[in-house]
């Protein structure tokens, strides 16, 4: 199997990873390898961080979902997953370049945020919130206007000057209703949960090789009564920073892992280099609306 | 105080009508602004809060998953967030789980409240956007959950309801918590010797002057104004009514057809009798 492209890393995996391009950088060894196998369930000596995940002493993070399999998560880049007997790949996946994704971050001492992100004009643009803000369906119909699709879930940040976003992969997790109100159909598409009507899209246009500045981030947030609609950039940095803590992906388990300072230097830097804007939109939004208005605004 | 506080109750059963009332009461008696400030009695069901603590999404679980997981939240929640909450969850054990979503551990003290499913039906069909029919059937379902949306993604994660019995008597038979149960009829009918017992029960003023005016800020004409001018966050999509519809008892003798009367106490008869619903 060919080795894959993930954030900059070569990955090579005992199970197939169709969302990512291919490995054609150098002959390095791979940083990343993914092997199938044997995984205890305890950690020794590990922490529990949150209810299905520990973190030990030397860095290594286990993951448990109780359907799909153990993952254990080594410093090293060695994982191991020993999935559940009726666990699909897909599901595997879904947690490997999700979760696993975000462990591997934050052992490597990267930002990441929980966001979509999206090229526009040669840089990253980021789109961060929570679940049901909008995140996936705003890069999805900025996928349709022709970019590329940079990261879904997971936007991870590498603090250079300035800095930088390393692609994931260009696949969307997306609802039903969200994919039918963009005109697309889910048929023969993966689904995110078995008998779950989340499917997995990968996006038309080709993937992204390259690390890309980040331009921009839009923090998606929904109108209260009597509110207006609206882009607002956000000035003081002290703002920007907390929401940015609010926005990082697994914030726990960089703590966990010793990285409240790397993590705090990060946002800073992105306080200070990069504009972040806060997009607060009604409910019913179409998202359309709002695709020329972030680009003019990214675009000053 | 440590652990949860939980204001449960099956749907449409008075649950914000407290948390109005809890809203103002735990900000010494001031006006409430209905899209913000129940954020003091929050739902402990919500995607957002339930992701936070459980340090994943559980979008990208399967249902028997969260059913798992949930215990394990809740007890977090009860060591890192204590505090009050609202909950529809009922105190059994869903499906493919070992223990009920809020295990006992987790939980300070349960405000149970109840009312007469009669009532109930009527009010959940406007909520949900059921027919009275559906709604009746809906009552006596013991697989009956909310928060699943198969189609997008709900605001809250899935509680396992059951039928309008099992779930009032899941919570009236919690064994190791402290209980109180309140009847909706009962706080409409003497609003200040119920909610008084309520502030005793939680270890909050109960002084007259205090829960009166707690009281005044959360009077039903007050919630249901706020919600014609600025709408209420927390309506359901389906609706066919404003959340604040009436706010009255015995509003099934005309609303509710006899057959579908007599269908929810031919269901529900022993735990009628048991609350007193004759």
């Given at each position: 199997m060919t080795d894959g492209l993930l954030c900059g890393w070569r990955i090579r995996s005992d199970i197939a990873l169709p969302e990512l391009l291919d490995w054609q950088g150098d002959?390095?060894?791979?940083d990343l390898v993914v092997r199938l196998g044997e995984v205890d369930e305890r950690l020794p000596e590990g922490r529990e961080i949150s209810p299905l995940l520990q973190i030990d002493g030397t860095g290594a993070g286990l993951l448990q979902v109780p359907m799909v399999g153990r993952f254990l998560v080594r410093p090293s880049g060695g994982i191991t997953i020993a999935p559940q007997?009726?666990?699909s790949e897909a599901e595997i996946r879904l947690f490997l370049l999700g979760s696993v994704l975000g462990m591997v971050c934050h052992q490597r001492a990267l930002l990441p945020l929980h966001a979509s992100s999206v090229a526009i004009d040669g840089g990253a643009v980021a789109f961060c919130g929570?679940?049901?803000?909008?995140k996936s369906t705003l890069a999805l119909r900025f996928a349709q206007h022709g970019h590329s699709v940079v990261s879904d879930d997971i936007c991870v940040i590498e603090t250079c000057e300035p800095p930088r976003v390393r692609p994931c992969f260009p696949r969307l997790k997306l609802w039903r209703d969200t994919m039918e109100d963009a005109a697309l159909s889910p048929e023969g598409l993966e689904r995110n949960r078995r008998g779950q009507e989340k499917f997995h899209f990968r996006a038309p246009h080709a993937g992204v090789r390259e690390p890309l500045p980040l331009r921009a981030i839009f923090l998606l947030r929904r109108a209260g009564s009597g509110e207006g609609e609206g882009i607002q950039r956000l000035a003081a940095p002290l703002d920007i920073m907390a929401a940015l803590e609010a926005e990082t992906f697994r914030l726990q388990v960089g703590h966990a892992l010793g990285r409240a300072e790397t993590l705090f230097q990060a946002r800073a830097l992105i306080a200070n280099d990069v504009p972040v804007y806060r997009l607060t939109r009604r409910a019913d939004a179409q998202p359309d609306r709002w695709l020329d208005a972030i680009a003019a605004t990214i675009r000053g | 105080m440590s652990g949860l506080t939980l204001i449960a109750?099956?749907?449409?059963?008075g649950n914000t009508w407290l948390r109005a009332f809890l809203a103002s009461h735990l900000r010494d008696g001031r006006p409430i602004d209905l899209n913000a400030d129940l954020s003091e009695v929050p739902?402990?069901?919500s995607r957002s809060l339930q992701d936070c603590h459980a340090g994943l999404e559980h979008s990208d679980l399967s249902r028997q998953e969260v059913a798992l997981l949930r215990p394990l939240t809740s007890r977090r929640i009860a060591r890192e967030q204590p505090g009050f909450y609202k909950t529809h969850d009922s105190n059994l054990v869903p499906p493919g789980a070992r223990e009920p979503a809020i295990p006992p551990d987790a939980i300070d003290r349960v405000v149970c409240i109840v009312r007469d499913p009669r009532d109930v039906a009527v009010s959940a069909a406007a909520h949900f956007g059921w027919s009275l029919d559906d709604s009746v059937d809906r009552m006596a379902d013991t697989a009956f959950c909310i928060g699943h949306s198969p189609r997008r993604l709900n605001a809250n994660v899935e509680q396992w309801i059951s039928s309008w019995s099992a779930h009032v008597e899941s919570w009236l038979d919690a064994g190791g918590v402290q209980l109180l149960m309140l009847r909706y009829e009962d706080l409409l009918a003497d609003p200040l010797e119920s909610f008084t017992q309520l502030c005793r029960f939680l270890d909050l003023d109960d002084t007259r002057h205090a829960v009166s005016r707690s009281l005044e800020e959360s009077r039903f004409s007050a919630l249901a104004g706020q919600e014609a001018r600025g709408g209420f966050r927390e309506r359901s999509r389906t609706s066919t009514a404003p959340f604040f519809r009436a706010g009255k008892a015995g509003e099934w003798r005309t609303a509710l057809p006899a057959v579908l009367a007599e269908r929810v106490v031919g269901t529900h008869s022993r735990v009628m009798a048991r609350v007193g619903y004759g």
């Open positions: 002959d390095r060894i791979p007997p009726e666990a929570p679940s049901g803000m909008g | 109750s099956y749907p449409k059963s739902n402990l069901t």
